[in-house]
């Protein structure tokens, strides 16, 4: 399924046909997981299954399953689950040795073919995701399509993709005797261009050597791990194209990221398309020659690059750097949203913006829908997992659980998982708003809002994240236009930026009246607002795939940090403190 657009218009509610349809697809995935991953350990031991497998009399199970009868077992007696429910067996992956005894069909039937790894950003430990083999017309070719929106092949180098493909290390999983399997833990993405690619790890090797057709940088960059060195580089490759039409990345911060190292090293890399050689950066090593053959002395477009350097920063000033570029394609929703208006002014009008995919480390959720519009707005996957919608305004129970052909179009819903990788109702966290059907399938369609887990807890009183954004959003007006809670100002801060701590108090006192309360009885004070140094959120990625081993541009910075050190290292990076006595630290 590629990239959706709408012809007709959305629909707003379902006739009982089209209602039906769409519960006969569904239902038809369920039973192929549950036919599927009954075999399996987690199956046969969790405790979070205990009264399915009392009621499931597993022989009788068709091979194709009862729809009817699969959905009403499974919606009366699987309660929701967390990662807590699957740490113990995920765990056994991380075990020296593996025996592929205690992991073979552990939560889908066979050896996973990657692990993907999701990094606790904000202080919370790692949690690890198996990812088996699908069926090919599913999930990796449909989310690498939604990955790839708007990039067409064509035979000369008019995209680049700003994606890591390095794994972190290869799991050996040992029969007792030998190695019967190495498995990469890395990240979501680069396990699905790979399998997309029909990529196995033991052909690295030739792989690293390659260009792929319409790319403008060879595949060795994406397995960089510094994060500066893998921007400067693909930054390099793509300032020697003109022709150049599209960038592709997974988050919008990492092309924001780019374009301000562009600005940064402006004369660095058109020294580096002029004289055709890799400069000397950290994390190239035995990646270099594989990259060095792909680089060719340019002076003729260095000259160009040149004459347009006094540009550099304006308004639509990537344009004159690549008068054919079309598309900028990255996640803009949720917490990246505040960073598109900045992307908006370096590329100009003319240019398209789009999400691309709704993915998570647990599971592909939607593909964008009417791509060119710009809007968060996805078509809910229905044919690969089970996703299903836990009212917002309702107790946290399964039982308050609405299936996606009774959903109410303005209504809010957190999203529920059953997955092929094994999964079970699985509260994945994110809060949906259901802006209608797509006329084409009936496929919900659904736009981001917010995490529902609190992401703040002052004296008692939780602040979820969607109230800090709006709260923030409340003050931009005398501090200029916040990216990443970091501030753009032009000069020093305005004549008003003082009252900034002020404004921001009010606004959580007007729409949390406890949080007033505690701030009467003395419990929470009254709120900083520290000014960081231009580039520090860009830094602070940087700094945080080297710590933790994250994936090169798929990296975010928290709402809120827990984290000691990360606390500290952003600590230092202030250089103003707003408030009555505002004063410049740095």
């Known amino acids: 399924m590629a990239p959706s657009s709408i012809s007709t218009p959305v629909l707003q509610s379902l006739s009982t046909q089209y209602a039906k349809q769409l519960k006969q697809r569904i239902c038809g995935t369920l039973s192929h997981i549950i036919n599927n991953n009954s075999k399996t350990t987690y199956f046969r031991d969790a405790p979070l299954l205990a009264q399915y497998r009392a009621e499931l009399e597993l022989d009788s199970i068709p091979k194709q399953g ?9 919606t009366r007696t699987v309660p929701l689950s967390t990662y807590e429910d699957y740490r113990p067996y995920i765990s056994r992956f991380t075990e020296n040795p593996c025996l592929q005894s205690s992991v073979d069909s552990l939560l889908a039937p066979g050896l996973p073919i990657f692990v993907a790894a999701s990094s606790g950003t904000s202080g919370s430990s790692a949690k690890y995701y198996p990812k088996y083999a699908r069926p090919v017309e599913n999930t990796d070719r449909a989310l690498f399509a939604s990955m790839m929106a708007g990039t067409p092949e064509t035979d000369g180098p008019t995209r680049c993709i700003v994606f890591g493909l390095r794994y972190t290390h290869l799991l050996d999983v040992f029969d007792g005797q030998k190695v019967v399997r190495k498995i990469p833990f890395g990240f979501g993405t680069a396990g699905t261009f790979c399998g997309h690619n029909g990529w196995e790890i033991e052909n690295d090797n030739e792989f690293i050597k390659m260009r792929l057709s319409g790319q403008v940088t060879p595949v060795a960059v994406a397995f960089i791990k510094p994060y500066y060195t893998f921007l400067f580089l693909h930054a390099l490759f793509a300032m020697g194209e003109r022709s150049l039409t599209t960038f592709n990345t997974i988050f919008i911060t990492a092309f924001s990221d780019l374009v301000r190292l562009i600005e940064t090293h402006w004369k660095d890399l058109v020294r580096a398309i002029e004289t055709g050689q890799v400069p000397d950066l950290e994390g190239l090593d035995e990646l270099r020659p594989h990259i060095q053959a792909h680089l060719r002395p340019r002076p003729g477009r260095a000259e160009e690059l040149r004459r347009i350097s006094v540009n550099v920063g304006a308004v639509g000033w990537l344009k004159q750097i690549w008068p054919n570029l079309t598309l900028v394609a990255g996640n803009t929703t949720g917490w990246f949203s505040a960073t598109t208006p900045r992307v908006r002014d370096h590329v100009g009008p003319s240019v398209s913006m789009q999400s691309v995919a709704y993915a998570s480390s647990e599971a592909w959720i939607g593909a964008v829908y009417n791509p060119k519009s710009g809007e968060n707005l996805y078509k809910a996957q229905t044919t690969d997992d089970v996703l299903e919608y836990l009212d917002v305004d309702k107790p946290e129970s399964a039982e308050y659980i609405t299936q996606a052909w009774d ?43 917010e995490r529902r887990s609190a992401v703040m807890r002052v004296s008692g009183e939780f602040v979820s994240e969607a109230e800090l954004h709006r709260a923030v959003g409340s003050i931009e007006d ?33 729409t949390n009246s406890t949080f007033a309360q505690f701030h009467l009885d003395s419990k929470v004070g009254e709120p900083s607002v520290r000014v960081l140094a231009p580039g520090t959120f860009g830094g602070y990625r940087l700094w945080r795939i080297g710590v933790s081993g994250s994936g090169s541009g798929q990296t975010k910075v928290p709402t809120v940090i827990y984290n ?14 707003l408030g009555d006595d505002s004063q410049k630290v740095a």
């Open 478 to 510: 005398i501090t200029g236009r916040v990216v990443e809670f970091s501030v753009v100002l032009e000069g020093e801060p305005g004549s008003r930026a003082h009252d900034a701590p002020r404004r921001l108090q009010e606004y959580l006192f007007s």
């Open 407 to 449: 959903l109410e179009v303005g209504k809010k819903y957190e999203v529920i998982l059953t997955t092929r990788d094994g999964f079970w109702r699985y509260r994945l966290g994110d809060v949906l708003e259901i802006v209608g059907f797509a006329p084409e399938d009936r496929s919900p369609l659904i736009r981001f809002m």
């Open 564 to 577: 000691p050190e990360a606390k500290d290292w952003l600590i230092g990076r202030v250089v103003w403190e």
């Open 66 to 74: 009862t729809p009817e009868v699969d959905l009403s077992t499974f």
